[in-house]
């Protein structure tokens, strides 16, 4: 039997933190932003079954990116704990931040007693009465926790994401626009992306419906708001017409 | 909250293992006192009259929905407890459910049906079938048997838009959990007997879904006219009973306003002959 080394608590951290970095650079990227009427979240992911963005309560959506198995755990955990405080006390006591806290506590000590830290990063994000009342909080591996506004890129090539979408992200953007936005941004993932209906998960919290505002789009819809944004590109808007040509 | 043996503020471990799609499963080993119908109660005791009681609920189908509608009234023996209780509710997207017996224990069945489908759409990403509805309705008015031999009985009516179907479909439940499905019509509650005697005589194949709305609420009229539990329209306060349609466009609750219309029409009627519109002999 042989005697285990030492190794020094740092270096132990930035093992894990590479692992779970390296795990989660793997999969494909997600964005979530805001538009005038809601939170629009965007996946590039083919499957129908496999979702990377959830319902989690009336006003409550999550999205993920890294280990499936991991994140659905975290997400079915979401759920319950939105499900047993709303039926607990009352549905307006369910909040973002409630659950955000609980998944960083939960992410940090997995990060810190485990071996094996989760390779995930997610997003809770809770719809306000407006724009400036949204919530969207980025929960990382480690149990870091984000206050974010505007837009979140995560997953893959986060990086070239979140890049595209700073060059063009403007407040108050109709659905369709921001749609096309976020669109664009995932297809920087590779120099040749190019991403079909078929291939994307779209789903908004949109504050014009009532009681459970977390609708996803079919692919046909999907199709439609794109032709929509890249008809109202063509004819006219100068300024936002004249940026988005030069993106591409 | 209780936690079970996990890092203050860290979720449950309850919430991280593999479990049921079902919410009430989870709560009943997760935090069952939350449950209804798991309390201990005093043998030997019958409260039940003096706790407020839902009357009278009905359901009707026409082509391609139901109608749903339910009084206003509770009481508790002979005093009036409530004038404008609500009995009927949105079960989820595409049903109904609606209560009569103990308030308080229907509303809390109610309550947790709600969560319960919502709960498994959410966890499985799919809908249950109606049937799969109607029998999880069934296990819960079962959870309820013990409570309900010491007095404390609920029944609930369930209805909805079964979508392969296309058709709106009615369940009834016994005390003891039994469900049955029902067909054109059907009334629970202590008015129950004189609705349905009026929904016998109203009900046709082939109505409209306004037309379904008014023998709902002429049904409602003949229960509060011989029952003295079931509350009528309310012209006074404007206080109308509860009418929710089903159908594939989803659950509606008809506004207030376009009740009141209907149900004043239906008091006119009423002032020529006060037995309601009359079928013909043969």
């Known amino acids: 039997m042989s005697m285990p080394f030492y190794v020094s608590p740092e270096q132990q951290m930035k093992d894990k933190a590479d692992y779970a970095r390296k ?135 986060a990086d070239q994401v979140a890049a595209a979408l700073q060059e063009h992200y403007e407040e108050g953007q109709p659905l369709a626009r921001a749609l096309r936005l976020g669109v664009r941004a995932l297809e920087r993932q590779d120099a040749d992306r190019h991403l079909e209906a078929e291939q994307l998960e779209v789903a908004v919290l949109d504050r014009n419906r009532t009681h459970r505002l977390f609708r996803r789009l079919p692919a046909a819809r999907i199709r439609a708001l794109l032709e929509e944004a890249e008809s109202a590109e063509t004819q006219g808007e100068p300024d936002s017409g004249a940026g988005d040509t030069a993106a591409e | 909250m209780t936690s079970q043996g996990s890092a203050p503020g860290r979720l449950p471990g309850a919430f991280m293992s593999q479990g049921p799609p079902s919410f009430t499963e989870f709560l009943s080993s997760y935090s069952p006192g939350l449950l209804p119908g798991t309390r201990e109660l005093p043998a030997g005791v019958s409260a039940g009259d003096q706790i407020p009681h839902g009357t009278t609920i009905v359901a009707i189908t026409f082509p391609g929905g139901v109608v749903m509608a339910g009084d206003r009234r509770a009481t508790a023996g002979n005093v009036i407890a409530q004038r404008d209780i609500e009995k009927v509710y949105r079960a989820d ?88 499905e029902e067909h054109d019509f059907y009334s629970i509650g202590s008015g129950s007997v004189f609705a349905k005697g009026a929904l016998k005589k109203l009900f046709r194949a082939d109505l409209a879904e306004e037309d379904a709305a008014i023998a709902s609420l002429q049904a409602l009229y003949d229960a509060a006219d011989d029952d003295s539990a079931t509350g009528g329209p309310d012209l006074a306060r404007r206080i109308f009973p509860v009418v929710a349609v089903v159908t594939s466009d989803g659950y509606r609750r008809l506004p207030d306003e376009e009740v009141g219309g209907l149900a004043e029409r239906v008091v006119e009627g009423r002032m020529q002959s006060p037995g309601g519109p009359s079928a013909p002999l043969l």
């Not at chain 1, 609980?102 to 990060?111: E, K, M, R, S, W």
């Not at chain 2, 224990?105 to 990403?125: N, S």
Request: no cysteine; proline share 2%; glycine share 12%.
């Open chain 1, 23 to 157: 795990g989660i650079a793997r999969g494909r990227s997600v964005v979530v932003l805001q538009y005038d009427d809601g939170i629009l979240f965007v996946a590039d992911n083919p499957s129908r079954a496999l979702h990377k963005i959830s319902e989690i309560y009336d006003r409550m959506a999550f999205a993920a990116v890294g280990k499936y198995n991991e994140f659905e755990n975290l997400r079915q955990a979401g759920v319950r704990y939105a499900d047993v405080n709303g039926y607990m006390y009352d549905r307006r006591d369910v909040t973002a931040r409630g659950l955000a806290n609980a998944y960083a506590t939960t992410l940090g000590t997995v990060f810190t007693e485990m071996n094996k830290p989760y390779e995930v990063e997610l997003v809770v994000a809770e719809l306000g009465e407006d724009a400036a009342s949204d919530q969207i909080y980025r929960l990382t591996f480690d149990g870091s926790v984000a206050d974010e506004h505007g837009y979140v890129a995560m997953g893959g090539q």
């Open chain 2, 93 to 180: 997207e595409y049903s109904a459910v609606a209560i009569a017996g103990t308030a308080g224990i229907g509303l809390e069945v109610v309550r947790l049906f709600q969560v319960e489908l919502e709960h498994y759409e959410k966890m499985e990403g799919r809908t249950l079938s109606l049937e799969g509805k109607a029998n999880r309705l069934a296990t819960m008015v079962r959870g309820n048997l013990g409570m309900a031999l010491q007095g404390l009985v609920v029944v609930p009516l369930f209805a909805g838009y079964d979508e392969d179907r296309d058709k709106g479909r009615i369940f009834s439940y016994d005390p003891a959990g039994g469900r049955y």
